[in-house]
């Protein structure tokens, strides 16, 4: 099992990125995809997740309205599209995956397989 992170980098406030998260290795169709996010000294907090069985989606709160999920399923791949950044997101972005569905309130622990992260700077 491998996920690969990518697309992050250094944008001004109001920029925006699109994180990529590759999957091999899982069936595509059994898993959720969450997008987390640490900073230091901090535990990887959700900040999306994307069932791929039903499209049902998580967003938290902090993010609503500004960050869209999606997926390419023949590319197994999901993307984290951010607009609207804010110094605030800041932090090194994750992508995980667990079987089934999105939790309500997704925790790190869920997740069974990791990617590298990838960091997102945003500047003010």
């Known amino acids: 099992v491998q996920l690969q992170a990518s697309g992050g980098g250094l944008v001004q406030t109001g920029g925006s990125l699109r994180l990529s998260c590759v999957v091999s290795g899982l069936s595509f169709g059994d898993i959720a995809i969450g997008w987390f996010r640490q900073t230091p000294g901090k535990g990887r907090e959700a900040v999306s997740c994307?069932?791929?069985?039903?499209?049902?989606?998580y967003f938290a709160d902090t993010v609503k309205g500004r960050f869209t999920i999606s997926s390419d399923n023949a590319m197994n791949t999901v993307y984290l599209s951010m607009t609207g950044l804010k110094p605030e997101d800041t932090a090194v972005y994750y992508c995980?995956?667990?079987?089934?569905?999105?939790?309500?309130?997704?925790?790190?622990?869920?997740?069974?397989?990791w990617g590298k992260g990838t960091q997102v700077t945003v500047s003010s």
């Open positions: 994307l069932s791929m069985h039903d499209g049902s989606t």
């Open positions: 995980g995956s667990r079987f089934g569905y999105c939790s309500p309130y997704p925790l790190a622990y869920e997740y069974s397989n």
